[in-house]
């Protein structure tokens, strides 16, 4: 079984900078890809990132592309989330996910393991 752990969430003010950590357990050779999406207030869950454990292929939603960064740390079985030049529009709870195909990734629906999430805030 998969477990994700977000952490790394919180309120910081627009321009600020947050780094989002995404923490994997179990089986984390059967989700050679994972992502990172978010669902703001009254809105459905969009896609952000997401980057293959192997190789480190990454994509990105148009509306994060130059301010976010997805990595991994193998050792640590971590997938990391750097946002920077936050705007208010990226308020939300931002989740972590697993996928067990090594292709693909843009859409929730194709995701098997999520985390339980971890909010932030941007203040204007």
């Known amino acids: 079984q998969v477990q994700l752990v977000e952490s790394g969430g919180g309120l910081v003010q627009a321009g600020g900078s947050l780094r989002l950590s995404c923490v994997v357990s179990?089986?984390?050779?059967?989700?050679?890809?994972m992502g990172w999406f978010r669902q703001a207030p009254g809105k459905e869950r969009e896609f952000v990132a997401f980057?293959?454990?192997?190789?480190?292929?990454?994509d990105y939603a148009n509306s994060v592309k130059g301010r976010f960064t997805i990595s991994r740390d193998n050792a640590k079985n971590t997938v990391l989330l750097q946002m920077n030049s936050l705007k208010p529009e990226d308020t939300a709870v931002y989740y972590c996910?697993?996928?067990?195909?090594?292709?693909?990734?843009?859409?929730?629906?194709?995701?098997?393991?999520w985390g339980q999430g971890t909010p932030v805030t941007v203040s204007s």
């Open positions: 996910a697993g996928r067990r195909l090594r292709s693909g990734g843009y859409y929730s629906s194709n995701y098997d393991y």
């Open positions: 179990g089986r984390t050779s059967s989700i050679p890809t």
């Open positions: 980057i293959r454990w192997n190789g480190g292929t990454t």
